[in-house]
């Protein structure tokens, strides 16, 4: 039985064999060659080192920032971009405006930027920026900070950019931000002058309108000066743990805490594409230990109701089993530690944490801590850009956090996805459906938004497992991870992966269900003694799985793959021909007199139109 600790937020206890001065080298190991590679695959490279000041009474901080920046590209670079998010949450703000135009606004958003003072607004302010050691020209633009360079970076070069900045935490209104709802002081996620991702499609800058990120793959050294009754867990591994001392439970140790108003954190974290933390004076800490030398950490109000308290208790166990289930179907947590913190104003997965809301019920508290804890594997690990594939980010996310639940709680679900094929039906239904390619900022609504990214994109998944089975896409997973784990994975690396595991060619699948709106749905044109004709009434093909039940009481099976695949899933259906996209109608002859057709039986394909999928029923 695993022991509940609750001690300080420690550097992870593990041999000297794994940490280095803070570092964890299996994960430079697993990283090793990712950034340059002999197939033409490359990724820029960042290190951050920051040494930030925090006034927790005015929710103001200074920060000095020095950025190591490494062009692996082979392009020649004359501007870099940083991102400075907090410069949404001003009035008139793309953020602001967006959000009270848009037909269903987001509640949590609403107006309220545009109501905020002077005093509650976010910002950073870029006060000097030198470029290895000489001042650069620099213009903040909304949420983009662009800089001309003086000297261009070659393929190949590092360069040095010295940053001095001042920041104001706006009041919680989207992720981040100071006193939260549930009045968690400090939520600090995309805090900091963050460098943007220039990759094979060039720069990526687009303003902060509310969704998303893409990082830049790299090292943080972190200090932090901070009120000294301020608990604060976050992204990374705390390099002096018996100086900050706040839950530390071991009496035989004695501890020389600092006698000023502030305690200075230091934080280091190795690869990674971000950095949070989050504060407050009122934090619980415990630490869960698992067997395998991974410490969970456990951040959250001591001034919780007792039913909440009990929930953040009963969490912890769960948590590592869910650690465990991510671990073997995906692929091994390669860090020492993770955080569940209480902050923000729902749930978002970062570096090594999440940030989610406390006051829940049980089935809640669960839920929400799966999908941010997978969102470690699809995201932060196999690192999507999220402004421009959400789906391969919150789908896969939702399709692997639902097995997860399904199995871990005992639900007994048929298919944990049901709900995500109810939303893909809802805006099919409404009209209001839009390709999955569109951009995150760009959607029309927000329901379109949400149902694309987390249903439709869930449902690639699982109605994978329906064309080439479910064994194929849980090695097909495995394989993304071990061959894109520390990269930023695109649209055609998942479909190659199940292209490679399976020997069924998947083109037609990406083009169909992700870069268009086309629809599937097939039916039962006639049945005549022994004669079966169906019938494909949507645009969208697929392979149909055919369930026959004869008069005699007998039922078989068929598989009828769709020609374009060049192939079939493992099955013990009974193959007949293939049918082709171009014929409209697909004809075969049963083996007995039949009485009963189903299309389908698993319920995986998204047929839109359930009623004429069976016969005789």
Known sequence: MKKIIFSLLLLPMVSCATMKNGTDTSVAKTHENKQTTNNGYWQQHVDYTMDIDMDVKTYQYKGIQKLVYTNNSPDVLDKVFYHLYFNAFQPNSQMDVRSRNIQDPDKRVGDRISKLSPSEIGYIKVNSLQQNGTAVKHETVGTILEVTLNEPIQPGQSVT????????????????????????????????PKMAEYDFEGWHTPPYLGREFHGVWGNFDVTLHIDKNYVVGGTGYVQNPQEVGHGYEDKKQLLNLPSGDKLTWKFRARDVHDFTWGADPEFIHDTYKMKNGIDLHFLYKKTLDAEYLANWKKLQPKTAELMEY?????????????????????????????????????????????????????????????????????????????????????????????????????????????????????????????????????IFLSQLEYIIGEENVAKTLKKYFEDFAFKHPTPNDIKRTAEKVSGIQLDWYLNEWTQTTHTIDYGIKSVNGKEITLERIGQMPMPIDVEVTYT??????????????????????????????????????AKKEVKSVEIDPSKLMADVNQANNSYGK
């Open 161 to 192: 950019f010295d940053m001095i900045f001042d920041a104001q935490v706006p009041k919680q209104i989207r992720r981040s931000g100071r006193n939260s709802a549930e009045g968690v002081a400090l939520s600090m996620t995309q805090w900091y």
């Open 326 to 458: 991510f671990s073997k179907h995906i692929g091994q947590y390669p860090y020492k530690q993770y955080s569940v913190i209480q902050g923000g104003d729902g749930g978002m997965e970062y570096a090594m944490c999440t940030l989610i809301t406390g006051q829940r019920k049980w089935g809640s508290l669960f839920g929400v801590t799966a999908h941010e804890l997978a969102h470690t594997w699809f995201q932060f690990l196999l690192a999507t850009n999220e402004s421009k594939h959400p789906w391969m980010d919150e789908g896969f996310t939702t399709y692997i956090s639902n097995k997860a639940e399904n199995e871990i709680l005992d639900e007994g679900k048929e298919n944990p996805h049901a709900g995500s094929y109810r939303g893909y039906n809802y805006v099919v239904g409404n009209n209001i459906e839009e390709p999955l390619t569109t951009h995150a900022d760009r959607y029309h609504t927000n329901t379109a938004y949400g149902v694309a990214s987390y249903s439709k994109g869930n």
């Open 552 to 589: 005699d009481g007998s039922k078989e099976s068929f598989n009828i793959p769709l020609r374009m695949m060049r192939g079939e899933k493992p099955t013990n259906a009974t193959f007949i021909a293939d049918w082709t996209f171009a014929h409209p109608t697909y004809t075969f002859t």
